[in-house]
């Protein structure tokens, strides 16, 4: 009987391929109601909350009537009132994006433009369903630039370890990011749907607030622009905050030490020259393989300085357990103390000081 049972469930489930269409439809959907649905994009929603709520249910539908009939029901829970048709309309204009934490950067900004009566867009969600989502309001008024919203506040939101719903919500955030306004997505050089299609089972499915941040920082690190950057504290925690007193460079895939910017260091026995083998107990080149997917780079030599950088990182106030091979060839054990406050000491710098230049003699030259 309960074979039986499980059997019968299983039959009702969509496909794995049809289950990640129906997910990437919805990551299409987010983008253009968040972005461009009026109501939703310049004041206080709830789609968030009912996106979250019901993302994995409509992935999840038996049959092609089930998945029009539960997006139809998820775009019914927003309580969209059309606007009159005869009166004046407006929708929005995007310069750039014009991100809530940096509204003045690059002069974006988000605007009003007249619009038609009734203006929509219409978004494919596979299985011949779709969903005409409203882009105009009944306004005349459109010189006003349109304040940003604010980030969510939302618990869920700030958890580290949020829902599935809200996993897949920030997968499809990411996504549409880059899709609508990023502006080198042809040097990415792969299919950036196809990236999303890969990275939404691994979102859903991570079993904890690690998992799901590594996950979302390998999607991210596929836009290849040392730019981008995921972080939390999970992450964090993983890659390391505070450095050790001293700095690495790769060379010739090995990690040397070829700066010691505190006595700290020097005291626990390391050395300018110094070949790091492992740390923590962790062989250099596990290491690299475990931090070289979480790290967007644009060139070989962006990766580098990004692991370089983080390699030796850990914990604040903590001790590096180095393994490390000297110029004679011997290899040691060194307990290296890490400090966050190492960190401003460490940053790009000039060997040499900066020699006078007489402007004046050179051009008359």
Same mark, same amino acid.
């Given at each position: 009987?309960? &074979?039986?049972?499980?059997?019968?469930?299983?039959?009702?489930?969509? $496909?794995?391929?049809?289950?990640?269409?129906? *997910?990437?439809?919805?990551?299409?959907?987010?983008?253009?109601?968040?972005?461009?649905?009026?109501?939703?994009?310049?004041?206080?929603?709830?789609?968030?909350?009912?996106?979250?709520?019901?993302?994995?249910?409509?992935?999840?539908?038996?049959?092609?009537?089930?998945?029009?009939?539960?997006?139809?029901?998820?775009?019914?829970?927003?309580?969209?009132?059309?606007?009159?048709?005869?009166?004046?309309?407006?929708?929005?204009?995007?310069?750039?994006?014009?991100?809530?934490?940096?509204?003045? $950067?690059?002069?974006?900004?988000?605007?009003?433009?007249?619009?038609?009566?009734?203006?929509?867009?219409?978004?494919?969600?596979?299985?011949?369903?779709?969903?005409?989502?409203?882009?105009?309001?009944?306004?005349?008024?459109?010189?006003?630039?349109?304040? %940003?919203?604010?980030? #969510?506040?939302?618990?869920?939101?700030?958890?580290?370890?949020? $829902?599935?719903?809200?996993?897949?919500?920030?997968? !499809?955030?990411?996504?549409?990011?880059?899709?609508?306004?990023?502006?080198?997505?042809?040097?990415?050089?792969?299919?950036?749907?196809?990236?999303?299609?890969?990275?939404?089972?691994?979102?859903?499915?991570?079993?904890?607030?690690?998992?799901?941040?590594? !996950?979302?920082?390998?999607?991210?690190?596929?836009?290849?622009?040392?730019?981008?950057?995921?972080?939390?504290?999970? *992450?964090?925690?993983?890659?390391?905050?505070?450095?050790?007193?001293?700095?690495?460079?790769? &060379?010739?895939?090995?990690?040397?030490?070829?700066?010691? %910017?505190?006595?700290?260091?020097?005291?626990?026995? *390391?050395?300018?020259?110094?070949?790091?083998?492992? %740390?923590?107990?962790?062989?250099?080149?596990?290491?690299?393989?475990?931090?070289? #997917?979480?790290?967007?780079?644009?060139?070989?030599? $962006?990766?580098?300085?990004?692991?370089?950088?983080?390699?030796?990182?850990?914990?604040?106030?903590?001790?590096?357990?180095?393994?490390?091979?000297?110029?004679?060839?011997?290899? =040691?054990?060194?307990?290296?103390?890490?400090?966050?406050?190492?960190?401003?000491?460490?940053?790009?710098? =000039?060997?040499? #000081?900066?020699?006078?230049?007489?402007?004046?003699?050179?051009?008359?030259?």
């Amino acid at each position: 009987m309960l &074979i039986a049972y499980v059997a019968a469930a299983l039959a009702s489930l969509p $496909s794995a391929s049809q289950r990640i269409e129906r *997910l990437v439809a919805l990551a299409r959907l987010d983008a253009a109601v968040h972005y461009f649905h009026p109501a939703v994009a310049t004041r206080a929603s709830t789609w968030d909350s009912l996106f979250a709520a019901n993302a994995v249910r409509v992935a999840d539908a038996p049959t092609t009537a089930e998945y029009r009939r539960r997006v139809a029901a998820l775009m019914d829970a927003l309580h969209d009132e059309a606007p009159v048709a005869t009166s004046p309309q407006r929708a929005l204009e995007y310069n750039g994006f014009p991100s809530p934490t940096m509204p003045t $950067s690059g002069a974006y900004s988000l605007r009003w433009r007249s619009a038609g009566a009734g203006e929509s867009y219409r978004v494919e969600m596979g299985e011949h369903v779709h969903v005409d989502v409203r882009l105009s309001e009944t306004s005349s008024d459109t010189s006003a630039m349109q304040k %940003v919203p604010a980030v #969510p506040t939302a618990v869920e939101w700030r958890t580290s370890y949020p $829902s599935a719903g809200y996993r897949i919500l920030a997968a !499809a955030r990411v996504w549409s990011t880059i899709r609508f306004f990023y502006p080198y997505k042809a040097l990415i050089g792969e299919n950036w749907d196809d990236q999303l299609r890969a990275a939404l089972p691994k979102v859903e499915q991570a079993h904890d607030a690690l998992e799901y941040a590594r !996950a979302i920082a390998a999607f991210a690190a596929h836009s290849h622009d040392t730019h981008v950057t995921v972080g939390s504290t999970a *992450l964090y925690a993983f890659t390391g905050m505070a450095p050790i007193g001293a700095g690495a460079r790769l &060379i010739e895939n090995q990690l040397v030490i070829t700066r010691i %910017v505190d006595s700290s260091a020097t005291r626990a026995g *390391l050395r300018i020259g110094d070949v790091v083998v492992s %740390v923590d107990g962790t062989p250099i080149d596990q290491r690299i393989d475990q931090l070289t #997917p979480l790290f967007a780079a644009s060139t070989p030599q $962006s990766m580098h300085f990004r692991l370089q950088s983080t390699l030796l990182s850990g914990a604040d106030a903590t001790l590096a357990q180095l393994d490390v091979r000297g110029a004679d060839g011997g290899d =040691r054990k060194l307990a290296v103390p890490r400090s966050a406050s190492f960190a401003t000491r460490l940053q790009k710098h =000039r060997p040499e #000081p900066v020699p006078d230049f007489d402007f004046d003699q050179s051009r008359g030259a």
